[in-house]
């Protein structure tokens, strides 16, 4: 099993910054993806960046330049640094562990969930 367990979330200005954290416990494979997910009320829940255990990232194009993911591979813990926070960027984030499984697939294990809310 994998467990994650989200922090830092919380309410913060248009223009200001967040830094969320997410540690990583559990049955672990070196081959995988650590990432962040959000869900706004009545809208899907959305990929916003992703970071692979080599390095590479992804990002969602609307937090381009905005959000940056790191991790952490010694503490299993990934990062997202979020700055010139908007309105829009409210929402649930969900941390994301995904790992291959068999040939083609993948498991997605999440965590609880952490509120972000930006005032405008």
């Known amino acids: 099993q994998v467990q994650l367990v989200e922090s830092g979330g919380g309410l913060v200005q248009a223009g200001g910054s967040l830094r969320l954290s997410c540690a990583v416990s559990?049955?672990?494979?070196?081959?995988?993806?650590m990432g962040w997910y959000r869900q706004a009320p009545g809208k899907q829940r959305e990929l916003v960046a992703r970071?692979?255990?080599?390095?590479?990232?992804e990002y969602t194009g609307s937090v381009k330049g905005r959000f940056t993911i790191s991790r952490d591979n010694a503490k299993n813990t990934v990062y997202l640094q979020m700055n010139s926070l908007k309105p829009e960027d409210t929402a649930v984030y969900y941390c994301?562990?995904?790992?291959?499984?068999?040939?083609?697939?993948?498991?997605?294990?999440w965590g609880q969930g952490t509120q972000v809310t930006v005032s405008s």
């Open positions: 994301n562990y995904r790992r291959k499984y068999g040939l083609n697939g993948y498991l997605d294990y």
């Open positions: 559990g049955s672990l494979f070196s081959d995988n993806g």
């Open positions: 970071i692979f255990s080599g390095g590479s990232t």
